[in-house]
């Protein structure tokens, strides 16, 4: 009975350091997010009801089709070392983008994303990654029913950190 009693004690102190230790990492990420967070800009998506944050020292380009738009965001300093871009298509056709090659992986990751959530593919070419999911606009008009949503970039980091950006967009 005393050595049962002693291996439930162990497996109870190890269960409890094994929920700090993770507790921790959680609170190290949302203590990053949310610096990350701080440092972006709400702007609007040209003339629509839609604004997402960007860092500042980025713009929105807009290309604008028959029936849809597409919109990119990029540093507005095209000489410095770009840490991520992406953008947005607002119509009724979007189509995914396939990976660059065969080689590349494919994982899946969810995301909230005008409040609703949202499952994104992310590809990884030797440490190239992009992302991409196709949700419901809530837009409410007959034009733009559909959001591609997409992005670049060259490390896992900034890889969370885009999942950030495109967490932030909202509709007003």
Avoid at 6 to 21: G, Q, V
Avoid at 75 to 93: L, M
Wanted: aromatic share 12%; with cysteine.
């Amino acid at each position: 009975m005393k050595t049962q009693l002693k291996i439930f004690a162990l497996f109870t102190l190890l269960l409890l350091y094994s929920c700090k230790e993770n507790s921790d990492k959680v609170s190290k990420s949302n203590d990053a997010d949310n610096e990350f967070l701080k440092t972006l800009v709400e702007r609007q998506i040209g003339k629509s009801n839609y604004y997402i944050s960007l860092p500042k020292d980025y713009v929105i380009e807009e290309t604008n089709g028959e029936d849809f738009s597409v919109y990119h965001f990029y540093p507005a300093d095209s000489t410095k070392k770009t840490d991520f871009s992406g953008g947005f298509y607002f119509g009724n056709h979007p189509s995914q983008f396939p990976p660059d090659s065969k080689s590349c992986t494919t994982e899946n990751k969810k995301n909230r994303i005008l409040g609703q959530d949202s499952n994104w593919t992310v590809y990884n070419c030797d440490g190239n990654y992009s992302v991409q999911t196709i949700i419901d606009s809530k837009s409410g008009e007959n034009w733009n029913e559909l959001l591609h949503i997409f992005g670049n970039t060259k490390s896992n980091k900034n890889l969370n950190n885009m999942l950030l950006i495109f967490s932030t967009m909202k509709k007003n």
